[in-house]
């Protein structure tokens, strides 16, 4: 099955700079990159995603880059704010017959320092 | 509103006494799906249904049984709880292939969990 390894596990920034979290995925047949946003108390939600034919995508202060050679993709967050603060997952999928458990990095935790 | 609920929030059972955790959606998707989430262990699938009558297990099953008797819900069900299962659970539902766009490459909709603890 497909092993899904998320770095680092916690992160500390100063409000204003950046942060980069990173998801490695052996499957080299998924083509699919989501990261979810889980806050205290409540179920993850999406934040952005990414599909194998792009290499990066961009919602304004939040990007996903991919690198399908490496098996790898990555979450970056500019001039974070403090309700960036926030536990992050990533969860490659991959295509096929649908008959195979979705498996989701450990998460990261993000602290943003005011 | 779109959303994914789950029921009840919070639960307090003692081992043994068999419990449901009841997961409805009203997107019309056809993919759900059952997690548990513990420290440093992250998000773990317990069961999935791609569809009516379709169940598959997850990386976690043992101990849970689900069914999918209607598209909107997924019932995640403890025959005989025990201490554990105490963790905090999450129902989510994707949209599947019946609308073009297959399950696998579209977003999951999470619910607000379920914190289950089992003495």
């Known amino acids: 099955g497909e092993n899904v390894e998320q770095h680092p596990s916690t992160l500390s920034v100063q409000e204003g700079d950046s942060a980069v979290i990173k998801c490695t995925y052996s499957?080299?047949?998924?083509?699919?990159f989501p990261w979810y946003k889980q806050e205290l108390g409540k179920g993850p939600q999406l934040i952005i995603d990414?599909?194998?034919?792009?290499g990066e995508k961009k919602d304004q202060r939040i990007a996903v880059t991919l690198n399908k050679t490496a098996k790898h993709f990555s979450l970056h967050i500019t001039e974070t704010q403090p309700e960036d603060s926030a536990v992050y997952f990533c969860?490659?999928?991959?295509?096929?017959?649908?008959?195979?458990?979705?498996?989701f990095g450990k998460g990261t935790r993000l602290s943003v320092i005011a | 509103e779109a959303q994914v609920t789950q029921n009840p929030r919070y639960l307090i059972t003692v081992t043994g006494k068999k419990l449901t955790v009841t997961c409805s959606q009203n997107?019309?998707?056809?993919?759900m799906s059952w997690y548990r989430q513990d420290p440093g262990l992250g998000l773990r699938q317990i069961y999935y249904?791609?569809?009516?009558?379709?169940?598959d297990k997850g990386d976690v099953p043992e101990g849970y049984k689900v069914s999918r008797k209607e598209k909107r819900n997924f019932p995640l069900i403890l025959e005989s709880p025990s201490p554990n299962q105490t963790s905090l659970y999450f129902c989510?539902?994707?949209?599947?292939?019946?609308?073009?766009?297959?399950?696998?490459?579209?977003?999951?909709?999470f619910g607000n969990g379920t914190r289950l603890t089992v003495t």
């Open positions: 989510a539902s994707s949209p599947g292939v019946g609308r073009g766009r297959a399950w696998y490459n579209s977003p999951l909709h």
């Open positions: 997107m019309n998707h056809e993919y």
């Open positions: 969860a490659p999928n991959r295509p096929g017959s649908g008959n195979t458990p979705l498996v």
């Open positions: 249904s791609m569809n009516v009558e379709v169940t």
């Open positions: 990414i599909r194998s034919n792009v």
């Open positions: 499957d080299s047949a998924s083509n699919y």
